[in-house]
C-alpha cells in the first residue's frame, strides 16, 4: 500500500525556516512526481512546489527563493525547506503523488 507521510511541521515566527519532509513507502518512488500544497483555516488547497523524477523543481511563485524541494532516493523522502517564511500564515501542508495524499503536517505562525 503507497503511503505518505509528512512531519517536521511547528510553530514559527515570520522570518524564521522549517525543513518539511515527506517519507514515501509501498513502492519505488525513483519515477514519481512528488507534490507539496499547502491548506489555511478556510482556503482552498495550494500547490506549493513539485519535484519531478527527472529532476524538474517548480514552485508557487510566492515562494520561490525562499522554499526548497529536494529529494534522497535513497531514503524516499521528499523534503521541502521554507526559508525566510513571512506572513505564510498557520497552514496544514501535505505532499502528495497522484491520488495519494499525507495526513499533512501544520505549520503555526506565532505573530
Not at 7 to 30: D, E, M
Not at 48 to 57: E, H, I, Q, R
Not at 63 to 69: A, M, N
Amino acid at each position: 500500500q503507497v503511503q505518505l507521510v509528512e512531519s517536521g511541521g511547528g510553530t514559527v515566527q515570520p522570518g524564521g525556516s522549517l525543513r518539511l519532509s515527506c517519507a514515501a513507502s509501498g513502492r519505488n518512488f525513483s519515477d514519481a512526481n512528488i507534490n507539496w500544497y499547502r491548506r489555511a483555516p478556510g482556503r482552498e488547497r495550494e500547490f506549493v512546489a513539485v519535484s519531478g523524477y527527472l529532476g524538474t523543481k517548480l514552485y508557487h511563485q510566492s515562494v520561490k527563493g525562499r522554499f526548497s524541494i529536494s529529494r534522497d532516493t535513497s531514503k524516499d523522502t521528499i523534503y521541502l525547506q521554507m526559508n525566510d517564511l513571512k506572513r505564510e500564515g498557520t497552514a496544514s501542508y501535505y505532499c502528495n503523488e497522484l491520488e495519494c495524499w499525507g495526513q499533512g503536517t501544520q505549520v503555526t505562525d506565532s505573530s
